[in-house]
């Protein structure tokens, strides 16, 4: 099995096409997602995840803000900082390939690719998730490729790093 067919098998996660859609904003709407990745309607927790996976599969980043956005109707959400967590992890080898693959709060499947990579924001690993959208990466998943992280040198500073998909992502924050 060839990388790009390894990398297509491990995602998981649907996506409306809303890209294709264009429809009237109609305002903001009581929804925000906080730090924890937990998703609120009112200041409640939404606890049915098959809702919070319909909504996720037509929220959309644009110009810093977010939206759920349908063929009817655009709505402003808030997000305090990512939309999604990174909960979980598996290391998964294919000939003389390694790919870390990362599943999210709503259980979304990822590959750490170039098309979803790692990447730090104030002080913190996140991952692309495409779409604009990205997970921040949970503090015990950093804490397990911690164990597994290889280092190099640049100078002086030892740079501490996971390999996915070809390519090197640094952990160093």
Same mark, same amino acid.
């Given at each position: 099995?060839? *990388?790009?067919?390894?990398? $297509?098998?491990?995602?998981?996660?649907? %996506?409306?096409? &809303?890209?294709?859609?264009?429809?009237?904003?109609?305002?903001? *709407?009581?929804?925000?997602?906080?730090?924890? /990745?937990?998703?609120?309607?009112? /200041?409640?927790?939404?606890?049915?995840?098959?809702?919070?996976?319909?909504?996720?599969?037509?929220?959309? %980043?644009?110009?810093?803000?977010?939206?759920?956005?349908?063929? $009817?109707?655009?709505?402003?959400? &808030?997000? !305090?900082?990512?939309?999604?967590?990174?909960?979980?992890?598996?290391?998964?080898?294919?000939?003389?390939?390694?790919?870390?693959?990362? &599943?999210?709060?709503?259980?979304?499947?990822?590959? *750490?690719?170039?098309? %979803?990579?790692?990447?730090?924001?104030?002080?913190?690993?996140?991952? !692309?998730? /495409?779409?604009?959208?990205? $997970?921040?990466?949970?503090?015990?998943?950093?804490?397990?490729?911690?164990? #597994?992280?290889?280092?190099?040198?640049?100078?002086?500073?030892? #740079?501490?790093?996971?390999?996915?998909? /070809?390519?090197?992502? !640094?952990?160093? *924050?």
């Amino acid at each position: 099995m060839k *990388l790009e067919q390894l990398l $297509a098998s491990i995602e998981q996660g649907q %996506h409306a096409p &809303t890209e294709k859609w264009n429809p009237p904003y109609c305002g903001e *709407l009581p929804i925000r997602i906080d730090t924890n /990745g937990q998703w609120l309607y009112q /200041g409640s927790p939404i606890k049915r995840l098959p809702l919070v996976k319909l909504f996720a599969s037509v929220l959309v %980043h644009e110009h810093g803000e977010f939206f759920l956005v349908t063929p $009817a109707e655009k709505v402003k959400i &808030t997000v !305090d900082d990512a939309p999604f967590i990174v909960t979980t992890w598996s290391e998964l080898r294919q000939s003389n390939t390694t790919v870390i693959q990362v &599943t999210t709060n709503i259980n979304q499947q990822f590959g *750490l690719s170039e098309q %979803h990579p790692l990447f730090i924001k104030n002080h913190q690993l996140y991952v !692309d998730c /495409g779409r604009g959208l990205s $997970a921040k990466v949970h503090r015990n998943v950093v804490y397990q490729w911690a164990e #597994i992280a290889h280092s190099r040198y640049e100078g002086d500073r030892e #740079i501490w790093f996971i390999n996915s998909a /070809g390519c090197s992502f !640094d952990l160093n *924050l």
